[in-house]
């Protein structure tokens, strides 16, 4: 089985601060977003997914 080469990066994987309730408890789930420079996040305390600009 191969993976899909896209979805790797060597983007920082440091905790991102959530935009609905201001935790750093998140976690990427996914290197890209709808386009090249958005990826998807997730929090772990209020359970909201949401995007990073970078």
């Given at each position: 089985m191969t993976t899909d080469p896209s979805t790797t990066t060597t983007a920082d994987d440091a905790a991102v601060q959530c935009p609905y309730c201001g935790s750093t408890d998140t976690k990427r789930e996914h290197p890209k977003g709808p386009s090249l420079c958005r990826s998807?996040?997730?929090?772990?305390?209020?359970q909201q997914?949401?995007?990073r600009f970078h």
């Open positions: 998807m996040h997730f929090c772990t305390d209020c997914p949401f995007e």
